[in-house]
């Protein structure tokens, strides 16, 4: 089933969505389920499924304990000056499951989404919006050199981390330590991240971006059958995160 990358962000954004107006855990099991069957159908791998696990996990604990000791009700057990509660444990696995949607709506964005046939549509439609035109597409470009660019962030960030390991440069330790080493990854990865957003600024003008605007012709945007149950699947979860 063919689906394009318009639908997919519409599918992403949708679950989202609604999970964040849902108070009934049916339609947020129903949404993971749905984000990872998605993720497993448009990517072909397996692996995808647990790299967002991996990154959720700990925020996961730290939302759930956060929670668990919060809330008042039935004392389950006590720590130190602390009760733990079991409306605190019921809190902390309703909005727990609420991250695990969002990380892995925020992932298929950015595993199964094309930026440029994500922004197609919306720059021929700026070409009919009279003054809004202009702002409206470049907005457009800006959202979509931010995705283009974050796989890239996290690859240096990766290749960073393994040239520090080979000088002999390794941040296990406390968490002093650990917090130096995230200071000294960051700063290299934004200082590649500036480069990268320079040479795209000086190509877009050397290919005359700021001129192109009345002369650019877009291809109309791709409707498949499969993009429109995406979508109106969409459109349900959504009604349905509303509504319960």
Do not use: C
Not at 104 to 112: C, E, G, P, Q, R
Not at 177 to 200: D, I, P, W, Y
């Amino acid at each position: 089933m063919k689906t394009g990358s318009v639908s997919r962000f519409f599918f992403a954004v949708s679950i989202a969505a609604a999970v964040l107006m849902a108070n009934h855990v049916g339609i947020i099991l129903a949404a993971i389920v749905s984000a990872v069957l998605a993720l497993i159908l448009w990517t072909r791998d397996l692996r995808n499924i647990f790299e967002p696990a991996r990154l959720v996990i700990w925020f996961f604990a730290f939302l759930f304990i956060l929670h668990l000791f919060s809330h008042p009700g039935k004392v389950l057990f006590s720590l130190f000056s602390l009760d733990a509660t079991v409306e605190g444990a019921k809190a902390g696995l309703f909005y727990g499951e609420k991250l695990i949607v969002f990380v892995y709506s925020a992932f298929l964005i950015l595993k199964t989404v094309e930026p440029f046939e994500l922004v197609r549509p919306i720059e021929r439609f700026s070409r009919i919006s009279g003054k809004l035109g202009k702002p409206l597409s470049y907005a457009a470009l800006s959202f979509s050199l931010a995705l283009r660019f974050i796989p890239d962030l996290i690859r240096q960030g990766k290749m960073t981390m393994m040239v520090f390991n080979t000088r002999g440069i390794f941040f296990d330790g406390g968490l002093t330590k650990r917090l130096n080493g995230a200071v000294q990854l960051v700063s290299v990865v934004f200082v590649n991240a500036l480069k990268s957003a320079e040479s795209a600024a000086l190509a877009l003008a050397v290919k005359g971006y700021s001129n192109r605007f009345k002369r650019a012709v877009f291809p109309p945007a791709r409707v498949s059958g499969g993009g429109i149950l995406i979508a109106l699947f969409s459109v349900v979860i959504l009604v349905l995160g509303w509504r319960f």
